[in-house]
């Protein structure tokens, strides 16, 4: 699980700092996707942004304010 994370901050990253610093809504992206962050936890200024963002890496349905169902 820790080699996850860290291929996934790795990869969000080097992403991020080849365009210049431009785009969190990238790394939350990813975040989201590796089941680190929730979309609910992303700040109102990146919101659309991000759910963008997860539009186009075709995981729309981690853009939804609801918290993710576990398995307790």
Not at 7 to 28: P, R
Not at 42 to 50: F, G, N, T
Not at 51 to 63: G, R
């Amino acid at each position: 699980m820790r080699v996850c994370l860290i291929k996934t901050l790795s990869c969000a990253f080097i992403e991020l700092f080849m365009k210049g610093g431009e785009d969190m809504a990238l790394v939350y992206a990813r975040l989201i996707i590796g089941g680190y962050r929730t979309f609910k936890s992303v700040p109102e200024v990146l919101k659309a942004k991000v759910k963008k963002t997860l539009e186009e890496l075709e995981c729309p349905e981690l853009a939804t304010e609801e918290e993710p169902k576990g398995n307790a």
